[in-house]
């Protein structure tokens, strides 16, 4: 016979799933957040549970990679937005506003944090390749490089073919060239005022560069 217990006597059923050793993460209140918990949590190797948990922020006591990396909320992201894009950046600091995922607010996109515990989940490991045959705005692309993993993208909208390079490439781009751009906002318009901003484009030759006026 199951011995019944009073309520205040009951373990969270947190603890139930992990253990009172962990901590999620303080933005994982979703249902389906909870079950990709479970299944990185138990499914990765132990040794790799730092380096590789998405939703999670300690483990006895000690930070994980997704923690340290992304609690750096990115000022640029929400000066002067609107307050429904504050909130989308503030609330989504761990799931879909670090790196370059929040360079443009796709709607529609799977959350980055969801495809990184989707690729560990199952098994996929550095130096091997992903296709994404319907890339929208290259979310499983960009989370790809940043796990040392070899993707494509496909996808039938020139936007989207448009936005994952942009997105890519900006992982990797030239700081130095970014300086003092958000001052040049007058010259960069009138470059892509034109009838075909993509002929402008063409005429530079300079591949960092034209990352720079991809990405303005």
């Known amino acids: 016979m199951i011995e019944k217990k009073e309520f205040h006597n009951l373990s969270s059923f947190l603890q139930s799933l992990f253990e009172d050793k962990v901590e999620l993460l303080p933005s994982v209140n979703e249902l389906f957040e ?15 549970l730092l380096d590789r948990l998405a939703y999670f922020k300690s483990i006895n006591g000690k930070f994980t990679k ?3 990396m992304y609690n750096h909320p990115t000022k640029a992201l929400t000066d002067n937005r609107t307050a429904n894009t504050k909130a989308y950046f503030e609330n989504g600091l761990f799931s879909t506003g670090y790196a370059t995922h929040g360079l443009f607010p796709y709607r529609g996109k799977f959350h980055p944090q969801l495809i990184k515990a989707l690729i560990y989940i199952i098994g996929i490991k550095k130096g091997e390749t992903i296709l994404d ?15 040392s993993i070899n993707s494509y993208a496909i996808d039938l909208s020139p ?12 992982l990797t781009i030239n700081i130095e060239l970014l300086k003092g751009i958000s001052n040049r906002s007058e010259q960069l318009f009138n470059f892509f005022n034109v009838a075909e ?12 560069k034209l990352e720079v006026y991809e990405l303005a």
């Open 159 to 170: 936007f989207c073919q448009f936005m994952t390079k942009v997105k890519y490439n900006s």
């Open 66 to 68: 997704h923690f340290l």
């Open 133 to 147: 045959p319907m890339c929208g705005s290259g979310t499983a692309n960009i989370e790809s490089a940043l796990m």
């Open 197 to 208: 901003p993509q002929k402008q484009l063409q005429k530079i030759k300079d591949i960092e």
């Open 34 to 48: 909870l079950e990709l918990a479970y299944l990185e949590y138990n499914g990765l190797p132990k040794g790799d």
